[in-house]
Each structure stands twice: as structure tokens, then as C-alpha cells.
């Protein structure tokens, strides 16, 4: 069983940053990919940023230049740091991973993904 726990948000000023985490406990070495997404209320979940086991990264067009994805294998543990952040930005955070990866504009789906975590709230005020 694999339990992925968030934490790292909270309310901060347009342009500043904040570094979220997502710790993984259990076996995770078979999952290909791990991803943030995100939910603002009212709105759809969608796709931030993809980490795969190659070692590839993607980011969603609306936050490329901005946030960066990493993973610290030592500490079975992956980062979106978040910064020059945005009104916009404002949503909960989820990570999630899964056994497969996806290219171009795709994100799959909430059960495209074979874990996800809790969440966790990013607010940013103007």
C-alpha cells in the first residue's frame, strides 16, 4: 500500500513562493510517474506538473516559468516549488501517482491515478 502525504501550503502575497511536499510511504518504486494537480472551487482538477522515473518533467503551460518539479529519491519524497505566484494559483494541491505517463497537454484522469494524497491549500492574496 502506498500512502502520499502533502504538506507545505499556505496563504501568502502575489509574488511570493512556496515549496510544496509530498512524502511516500510504502512501495513506490513500481509507479512510472508522479504529478501535482490542482483544484480551485467551482472548477475542474487539473494538471500542474509530471515527475517520471526517466527523470522527465512537464509543466502546464499556466505555470511553466514559474513552478519546478523535483524528486529527492533518498527521501521518497517529491517537490513543487512555487514561485512569483499568482491569484490564479490559489487551489488545493494534490499529489498523485501513477503507473503510466502521459505526454502533450494530457494529464489523465482522477482514476487514471493509482494513489493520491490528501491535499493541501495554497491561497494567494493580491
Known amino acids: 500500500q502506498v500512502q502520499l502525504v502533502e504538506s507545505g501550503g499556505g496563504s501568502v502575497q502575489a509574488g511570493e513562493s512556496l515549496r510544496l511536499s509530498c512524502a511516500a510511504y510504502?512501495?513506490?518504486?513500481?509507479?512510472?510517474?508522479m504529478a501535482w494537480f490542482r483544484q480551485a472551487p467551482g472548477k475542474e482538477r487539473e494538471g500542474v506538473a509530471q515527475?517520471?522515473?526517466?527523470?522527465?518533467?512537464r509543466l502546464a503551460d499556466s505555470v511553466k516559468g514559474r513552478f519546478t518539479i523535483s524528486q529527492d529519491n533518498a527521501k521518497n519524497t517529491l517537490y513543487l516549488q512555487m514561485n512569483s505566484l499568482k491569484p490564479e494559483d490559489t487551489a488545493m494541491y494534490y499529489c498523485?501517482?501513477?503507473?503510466?505517463?502521459?505526454?502533450?497537454?494530457?494529464?489523465?484522469?482522477?482514476?487514471?491515478?493509482?494513489?493520491w494524497g490528501q491535499g493541501t491549500q495554497v491561497t494567494v492574496s493580491s
Open positions: 510504502g512501495y513506490t518504486y513500481s509507479t512510472t510517474c
Open positions: 498523485a501517482a501513477a503507473y503510466r505517463r502521459w505526454d502533450g497537454t494530457s494529464w489523465g484522469g482522477e482514476y487514471d491515478y493509482a494513489y
Open positions: 515527475f517520471c522515473r526517466d527523470g522527465t518533467t
